[in-house]
């Protein structure tokens, strides 16, 4: 059997306004919240089979300057949704901006940025 992914986890300032918002956006829902790495919070936020941790550390976070030219850094999350045009709402709804669409074999997709600066990628395959 490979191996599947089961989670990522990015740094933000407010664990539980992003997991808020990306239960909002994509229906998902907390797994856990809780005391995590370096004296910091995480909330688990997705599905049962895998999830973001948003985590925040104690002090003050800086974002990077460029994620694509940073080694190591995080690019964006990919999301599938069976309807893109309604994600695209939700996203619009939430005050995002979705922007470089694009028709692609075998899908669609749009990205944003939210209100973390943490960028995804939003997919349908249908």
């Not at 004296?39 to 990077?64: F, I, L, M, N, R």
């Amino acid at each position: 059997m490979p191996a599947t992914l089961e989670h990522v986890n990015v740094t933000v300032p407010d664990p539980d306004a992003t997991a808020a918002r990306l239960c909002d956006l994509f229906g998902w829902h907390v797994r856990w919240r809780g005391a995590s790495i370096h004296g910091g919070t995480s909330v688990h936020v997705g599905t049962d089979d895998s999830y973001v941790a948003v985590y925040s550390g104690p002090g003050p976070q800086t974002p990077p300057d460029d994620t694509y030219r940073q080694i190591g850094g995080l690019n964006h999350i990919g999301v599938v949704v069976d309807d893109l045009s309604a994600a695209e709402a939700r996203v619009e709804e939430a005050g995002l901006t979705p922007h470089s669409h694009a028709d692609y074999e075998p899908g669609r997709r749009f990205y944003f940025r939210d209100g973390d600066g943490v960028e995804y990628e939003v997919v349908s395959y249908a």
